[in-house]
């Protein structure tokens, strides 16, 4: 039995700089599959490339159009690569049209002089706090979710005045958090418009953005410990909003800040 | 007499999807050209292909290697169009190598709710703050620079707890703001380590995106106003800080959000 991520995210070389992969009906989102779940094969696409140098420092996923469910395409090219670290081009495509494209950076880490200068949000632990039933899509099922601030508005929610949301959240198998894992956590948010209106609408991410904090020995360390995230927009004009968000371990490690521009209607 | 930024963004195709452009002394960084007028250029590229849809609305911006001085080209593509949106992917190269990668994604704005849920900080007008000497380099000549809070260290620097840095900055020759003036802005910053650590150290930017906001309005009531911008730093970690920014017209309009990570070596 592998785990549903693991399945996500296996590819096979069907050449040198194309991996084949395909959607998985747990992944489900509205539309297509969760934003996550592709930022994270995109990422294990090319961390699996046999000349990659270093580790993901920053990645860039644009949601051009829905992924159907079947089968896909990601191509991939090392546009540049020096000594320390490397630029990558991703695509990835279904019946020859481009569905997502990404850019990635993967650089070598090294000691040096550090800070984490933002401090995560003053919670309760996880454990007091109760799990989330799972929400209206499917893909919500495989994590725990244990909401601080901000859930989902239900039935007859009202609009916020705060777009912020504040989850502890884990696998629910409780497979070890890795850089695509990281990635998918990433995008675990639900839109910041619904909060703000107090009820579900139309709304899709279409680019997202994530740098990677955590070195593989940090990450080693989470294990398979939930995670704090949170999430707040800054403006919501013209049919988009913006969102930046952290994630966090449980000892105050920043792990990743991500930020998304996500269109919304109504 | 034409001002230097439409110098360094002027552009001649060289076949359809290919553009031609140079660089200018006035805009020279440390290494290479600012990365403001490199993002500029890029979006500048892609905002005046014929086949076009909407406005910027994000823009991710890898500065891969340094541009050396002289040309370079552009070579782009829309890897999407959608009825609403599109998305480009670009690369600059020198001499067959690539030097920057892009993706940008333009897209229509709509009518529709808007909040700005950030605040601009409280600030004194640009007009009660004494313009910064021109800086170690170049390009900052070209701008009328007004430091609020968290001005570039001096000779005898101390280390600052706080990265956070806020200035008033307009176009030294009062050129009006337009996207690749606004792409250009987003990357205003000397890099945050430089405060944290009381003085210059090597470090660069190796990834950039910025989020759009305003509309061609809102732009076109700039004119050639002074606006506010402001950033700090999340964490340095393993030769690596992340940068998150923004830019506000001073009438309260957030004109765009916009993040980076940096390498510094020290």
């Known amino acids: 039995m592998t785990h549903p991520f693991d399945d996500a995210i296996r590819l096979e070389a069907t050449s040198t700089h194309v991996r084949r992969g ?39 996923v644009n949601y051009a159009a829905p992924i159907a469910d079947g089968d896909f395409d990601l191509s991939l090219r090392a546009a540049r690569t020096n000594r320390t670290n490397q630029h990558w081009i991703a695509e990835l495509s ?41 929400g209206l899509v499917q893909w919500t ?9 901000g859930p989902m508005p239900g039935k007859n929610g009202q609009p916020s005045a705060s777009s912020t949301t504040t989850l502890w959240v884990r696998d629910r198998a409780q497979r070890p958090v ?5 990635a998918a956590l990433c995008d675990i948010f639900y839109p910041r418009i619904f909060l703000r209106r107090g009820r579900v609408i139309p709304a899709g991410t279409i680019s997202l953005t994530t740098y990677f904090h955590a070195d593989q020995q940090q990450l ?12 707040h927009a800054n403006t919501f004009s013209g049919g988009y909003f913006d969102q930046s968000a952290e994630v966090w371990a449980r000892d105050g490690v920043l792990l990743a800040t991500t930020h998304q521009v996500v269109y919304f209607k109504g």
């Open 22 to 60: 395909r959607t998985h009906p747990e992944w489900a989102n509205m539309v297509g599959p969760f934003g996550g779940i592709t930022a994270a094969v995109m990422l294990r696409a090319i961390e699996s490339q046999p000349e990659r140098v270093g580790e993901p420092l920053a990645l860039t």
């Open 220 to 231: 080693d360390g989470l294990g398979n410990d939930f995670v704090l995230c949170t999430a």
């Open 141 to 149: 099922s495989l994590y725990d979710m244990r909401y601080v601030e």
């Open 94 to 134: 279904q019946d020859g049209g481009v569905k997502t494209t990404a850019t990635a950076l993967f650089a070598v880490r090294r000691d040096g002089w550090a800070d984490t200068e933002s401090a995560p949000p003053s919670v309760p632990d996880p454990e007091q706090l109760p799990a989330t039933d799972p």
């Open 178 to 182: 890795d850089y695509p894992a990281l």
